[in-house]
């Protein structure tokens, strides 16, 4: 079975600095990983994927992740969050037939 | 943007009355998803669908039912509604370009349903 872990809850971050969310998953097969984000009182929208290839991929907002099959991590990083940074953020695993979800990691953005 | 509604945003109802999440899509999708969410907890499919007339249950058990009657169209039913049914739900789709998995999953803003 598949399964996502996000180890942290809530995390908080100064405006400027740099930002690391983990993700670990559980899968029987070269999985395909995404990161998701929600905004207050909105639904949830892609930040980016791996399906296979470069390790390190790119998304939208000047985020990116990077995949580790050896530690079974897809962990995303922020050089300099922005206030607006601030929402719930998905970690999911799955193929064509379903993706399972993480229970997501609430940011927080300080002056 | 996403081209995905539900409506109604925010529903308050007694026990054991009927209701009906609606969703719709304008992109054509032919995969539909209905997500439940909880804080603090992680999305749970309970439904999906491939296209007309297709309906799915997903990896949690839920008493809502479904039905794809057009592709744009993918509403969720309660028969009778019971305070285990307060939760988020949202509703999603998905594109596939030929036989490729895009991999994205496009998701509306979710009803967020309190049963009393």
């Known amino acids: 079975a598949q399964s996502?872990?996000?180890?942290?809850?809530?995390?908080?971050?100064?405006e400027g600095a740099s930002l690391e969310l983990r993700c670990n998953y559980s899968y029987g097969a070269t999985p395909y990983l995404f990161w998701y984000v929600q905004s207050p009182g909105q639904g949830l929208q892609l930040l980016l994927k791996y399906f296979s290839g470069d390790t390190l991929v790119q998304g939208i907002k000047g985020f990116e992740a990077e995949f580790k099959r050896s530690q079974s991590s897809f962990n995303l990083r922020k050089p300099s969050v922005h206030w607006s940074d601030a929402a719930e953020y998905f970690c999911a695993v799955g193929d064509e037939e379903k993706l399972t979800f993480g229970t997501g990691t609430r940011l927080t953005i300080i002056p | 943007e996403a081209d995905i509604y539900q409506t109604p945003r925010y529903l308050v109802i007694g026990t054991g009355k009927k209701i009906t999440l609606e969703c719709s899509q304008t992109m054509g999708h032919d995969k539909m998803y209905w997500y439940q969410q909880d804080p603090g907890m992680e999305l749970h499919l309970i439904h999906y669908s491939y296209g007309v007339n297709s309906t799915e249950k997903g990896d949690l058990s839920s008493e809502s039912t479904v039905s794809r009657i057009r592709t744009e169209h993918f509403p969720l039913t309660l028969e009778s509604a019971r305070p285990s049914h307060t939760s988020q739900?949202?509703?999603?789709?998905s594109e596939y370009r030929g036989t490729q998995f895009t991999g994205e999953l496009f998701f509306g803003e979710g009803s967020r349903l309190t049963v009393l």
């Open chain 2, 89 to 93: 739900y949202l509703c999603a789709s």
């Open chain 1, 4 to 14: 996502v872990t996000q180890p942290d809850i809530h995390i908080t971050v100064s």
